[in-house]
């Protein structure tokens, strides 16, 4: 036998997983443009959320609005993210992330940019709940981005895609500070639709999950797409043939997920996907995952409402003057606490894999408990901003982990499905937080407000130490067991 030939039948031998074809083929060129492309969805969704905070004040001066219609253009907007984030996951998880993506960037692209030439209050309302439909598609980014990462620092890159919402927030209040003052909400409203539009011209270079394609039985097409990261990373795949990892099971003695090879429960519906997250080996992880996406959104956009609540002067239930009453200070005070979200996220990237998930989570919860409770009595306006700006830094970093975590945790199969529902489940508690941060500060109830925030972030504290699985340095894995 020729030694060629020998060669040949060694390797068709050999059979490798998706998880080693991607450790051998490294983050390199491929995986920094599906970063790219992941972290603008990032952007537009961090883009649309933080816009809330300044064409509602606004809209409610031209308009003549009520303090509730004012709250309910943010509300709507968490409506329309709660219905996309179930249904953009379960379709992600039937037909695929690609199929998803595209949705997803015309709805928000569409609706985002119409909004901007609203005639009246009905219109707009209805125009911003179509936006938060895309948006609730920003969960489908995040799993399509982390099925091209190798295990190894998955951790910290999945913390480097949340940047991308970052920069967004950043951007946005700049933006929002150069046009507000001159050019009024309708072109921040337009120019802020910039992103999305990127996003829909730019979907033409995307390519399907390999991970996804693998859960689905489509071997070959997978392996077309790994040959491809391979030439543009300019590495090699392992020698033999490309399988995938079919089951797993929840080990409850030593809390791990591993991987076995017998039955495949597949799921081509979105009831049987939703049904899949509450069996029994899921159910524990899915209640805890919804608590903690429900804490970290009612926290976090809690705290943006806040900042701009206090910054325009809107508590005015003490004879002491504590806050600057001008449209200068809101833009100003709200792109500081926004500058909070990069040590955050410095410091999330540095604990994610020394630390780990779980703990990283719990401590960055108590740190940002710490922070915000000082504001249940009336302070300064430069503590109050201070003290706003601590805790932004500790809720970004536990709503950036929550964001790796929950991803890593459930199995491709489900994977978007379940976290686009606890995504929605966090969206319920974006459409709670303006009844909290904007009505009980008007209605001179600022101590309620703040220890209603405390006891929602202790709960997740709580409800992230009982998880069962910490994910550090774990393989994903595609289905569950029956």
């Given at each position: ?36 492309y ?24 031209q ?33 695929g ?8 960037a ?6 985002a ?6 005639p ?21 980014y995040g799993?399509w ?22 920069v ?5 209040a700049?933006?929002?500070m ?76 030593q ?37 903690v ?14 900042t ?22 809101l ?71 929550a ?7 459930y ?6 499905t ?36 405390e ?12 998880f ?15």
């Amino acid at each position: 036998m020729a030694p060629q030939q020998q060669q040949v039948e060694e390797e068709d031998e050999h059979v490798y997983t998706l998880d080693e074809a991607l450790t051998a083929l490294g983050f390199g060129k491929f995986q920094y443009l599906v970063l790219c492309y992941a972290g603008l969805g990032s952007m537009v969704d961090a883009v649309e959320v933080m816009i809330l905070s300044f064409i509602g004040p606004a809209v409610k001066s031209q308009w003549g609005l009520s303090s509730t219609q004012e709250t309910l253009i943010t509300t709507v907007v968490f409506a329309g993210m709660l219905i996309g984030a179930y249904f953009w996951g379960i379709l992600a998880d039937n037909y695929g992330r690609r199929k998803s993506l595209l949705i997803v960037a015309v709805v928000t692209t569409v609706s985002a940019f119409l909004s901007s030439f609203s005639p009246n209050y009905i219109s707009l309302l209805i125009l911003r709940m179509l936006v938060g439909t895309g948006l609730g598609g920003g969960p489908v980014y995040g799993s399509w981005f982390l099925e091209f990462v190798p295990s190894r620092n998955r951790g910290m890159w999945m913390v480097i895609y949340s940047t991308f919402w970052t920069v967004g927030t950043i951007l946005e209040a700049l933006l929002a500070m150069i046009i507000m003052p001159r050019l009024g909400w309708r072109w921040l409203l337009a120019l802020s639709s910039i992103p999305s539009f990127a996003a829909f011209l730019l979907y033409i270079f995307t390519v399907e999950s390999p991970r996804y394609l693998c859960a689905e039985g489509r071997i070959t097409d997978a392996h077309d797409i790994l040959r491809k990261i391979a030439v543009v990373n300019q590495t090699k795949l392992p020698p033999g043939m490309l399988v995938s990892d079919q089951v797993i099971e929840l080990d409850e003695e030593q809390k791990l997920l591993r991987p076995r090879a017998n039955k495949i429960f597949n799921f081509k519906t979105g009831l049987s996907s939703s049904l899949m997250l509450l069996s029994p080996q899921l159910l524990r992880i899915t209640l805890l995952m919804w608590v903690v996406y429900f804490g970290n959104s009612f926290a976090y956009y809690g705290i943006i409402l806040l900042t701009s609540q206090f910054s325009a002067g809107e508590n005015r239930c003490f004879s002491v003057a504590l806050h600057v009453k001008n449209d200068t200070s809101l833009y100003t005070d709200v792109f500081i606490t926004s500058l909070a979200e990069l040590p955050g996220l410095l410091i999330s990237a540095v604990v994610v894999e020394k630390v780990g998930r779980k703990y990283s989570m719990a401590l960055m919860y108590i740190l940002g408990s710490l922070f915000l409770f000082p504001l249940v009595v009336p302070q300064n306006e430069a503590l109050t901003t201070a003290l706003l700006f601590g805790a932004r830094i500790w809720f970004i970093g536990t709503f950036t982990l929550a964001g790796v975590y929950c991803p890593e945790i459930y199995p491709t199969s489900v994977r978007s499905t379940g976290c686009g529902v606890a995504s929605a489940v966090g969206r319920i508690a974006g459409m709670v937080s303006p009844i909290v941060a904007v009505q009980l500060v008007r209605g001179c109830h600022q101590m309620a407000a703040i220890i209603l925030f405390e006891v929602v972030v202790i709960l997740s504290a709580i409800s992230v130490l009982l998880f069962p699985v910490e994910t550090k340095g774990r393989e994903l894995v595609d289905h569950v067991s029956v």
